[in-house]
């Protein structure tokens, strides 16, 4: 009888998880696990390809090995500079190809991992986000088109299956000021005041970082006290620090390339690798 209004309850509310004039609010994926023990996500974003100082090789060959390894990667945006006239800064006139041309570089270099369908969605970012305020067109939805992925806004929850076990994730590009990594990663830590999921992970920030918070919650089937083990995570980017804007405000110097989450899928439990 359970079941049978579970299954009228879905039929009814299908669809019903996104919210009107709104990107996808729910996310749903299953995910294979190409290594016997584990699925293996790849956090990439904050490219800013075609800004002088990008690191566009590194880019390339973390994205070449995720596609030789299988692992699954989330785009967290900023995957263009997109320097425009109204820009802050002198972007737009530092800047290495014009935006058309960043984003089609983009949608070559991507394409072998969507094919693969090895790619859970696409954030956009604050340098793509100067697009549709100056013009209204979104660049990168116009890309998850060209792609044929998961169009996420700019912030998103998923829901990935692995084997037997669900996770929750929590993923948006983010804002914030902040030039510590400790500073950093409390804009992170602030969002689980309102946000409970398995992963929480924040781009723009140019860190690379991946902590684990224990919290505590009843167990209603149980009646019990348990701890919950959530991951707060920095997605990197791969912009040079010399040259950079870092540099040009006193920011400090971090690592390059991005955070690896392996989820496991016969019991509950997130690891990462920085």
């Not at 579970?6 to 039929?11: I, L, R, S, V």
């Not at 935006?99 to 693969?116: D, G, W």
């Not at 970012?125 to 100056?134: P, S, V």
């Not at 980017?237 to 804007?245: M, P």
Request: proline fraction near 3%; include cysteine; aromatic fraction near 8%.
């Amino acid at each position: 009888m359970k079941r049978a209004k579970a299954k009228e309850f879905a039929e009814n509310n299908v669809g019903k998880d996104k919210i009107v004039g709104r990107p996808i609010r729910l996310n749903k994926k299953t995910l294979i696990h190409y290594r016997k023990d584990r699925a293996e996500v790849l956090f990439f974003g904050d490219v800013h390809f075609g800004h002088p100082q990008c690191l566009i090789e590194k880019a390339t060959a973390m994205l070449n090995w995720a596609l030789e390894n299988k692992v699954y990667v989330l785009l967290m945006g900023d995957l263009m500079e997109a320097g425009l006239k109204d820009s802050v800064g002198t972007s737009v006139y530092d800047q290495e190809m014009n935006p058309q041309e960043q984003m089609e570089f983009i949608v070559k270099l991507l394409t072998p991992l969507a094919e693969a369908e090895l790619i859970i969605g696409i954030h956009e970012g604050n340098h793509e986000a100067r697009i549709t305020k100056a013009a209204g067109v979104n660049i990168t939805k116009i890309m998850a088109n060209m792609l044929d992925i998961s169009y996420l806004g700019y912030s998103c929850w998923s829901l990935l299956k692995v084997g037997s076990q669900n996770y929750s994730i929590y993923s948006t590009h983010g804002s914030s000021g902040s030039r510590f990594k400790h500073t950093k990663l409390k804009a992170v830590v602030d969002l689980l005041g309102w946000i409970e999921a398995d992963i929480v992970a924040m781009g723009h920030l140019h860190s690379v970082a991946a902590e684990p918070v224990i919290r505590q919650r009843v167990n209603m089937r149980n009646k019990i006290v348990e701890d919950h083990k959530c991951y707060v995570v920095l997605t990197g980017s791969y912009l040079n620090w010399d040259g950079s804007y870092a540099q040009s405000h006193n920011y400090p110097i971090t690592k390059v390339g991005s955070p690896k989450g392996y989820l496991f899928p016969n019991e509950k439990e997130v690891h990462f690798t920085l």
